[in-house]
C-alpha cells in the first residue's frame, strides 16, 4: 500500500489541473502573432509583386553569375554569414517604412520598403538559393529550416491568408485589365 496517499484516495477522480501560465499566454499570444505575421507577409508579398519585375533584370547581369559562383565555393558557416548580415540590416526596413508611411510620408515609406525588398529579393534571396544545400549541412540551421518552412506552410493554409491571396490575385487581375485597357485606349489615340 502507498504510505503517502490516504485510505481510498487512489479510488477518487483526479481533480483536472489549472492551465500553466506559459501555455495560458502561449493561447493568448498565438492570434497576436498570426495577426502580424500575416501582415508581415502580406507586405513581403505586395512590396515582392512590385519589386520582381526588376529584381530579375538586376540578376541577369554577369555581375551576378561570377558572385554566384564565388558564393558556391565558400564553406557553410561563411555562407550563412553571407546570408544574414544583409538580411539583418534589410528587415528593419519594412517598420521604418511603414512608420514613414504612418507619420505622413507615404513617398519616402514606399521608397524605402521598395528599396529595401529590391536589395534582398535581387542578393539575399538568390544567395540564400545558391547557399542552401551548404546552410543544410549545418545541423541547427536544418532544424529551425524545417520548423520555419512548415509553420509558413500552415500559416499560408489559414483562413486569413487565403482570403488575402485571393485578395491580391483579384487586384492583380484588375491591374492587368486596367493595363490592357490604356493600351487600347493609348493605340486608338495614336490612330485618330
Known sequence: MNSTLPPGA????????PPSPRSLLSRLLRPVATLFAVAYFLLDALAYWVVRPVARRIARLPLFARFGQWVAGLGPYPSLVLVLVPLALLEPAKPVGAWLF???????????IIG?????ITLVERLFHIAKPKLLTIGWFAWGYGRVTAWLAWLKETAPVRTARKLLSTVRQFARWVGRRLSLMVRRAGRG
Do not use: D, F, H
Not at 10 to 17: A, L
Not at 116 to 120: I, P, S, T, Y
Open 116 to 120: 529595401a525588398e529590391l536589395v534582398k
Open 102 to 112: 504612418a507619420t505622413g510620408r507615404p513617398m519616402s515609406g514606399a521608397a524605402v
Open 10 to 17: 487512489q479510488n477518487r477522480p483526479s481533480s483536472p489541473e
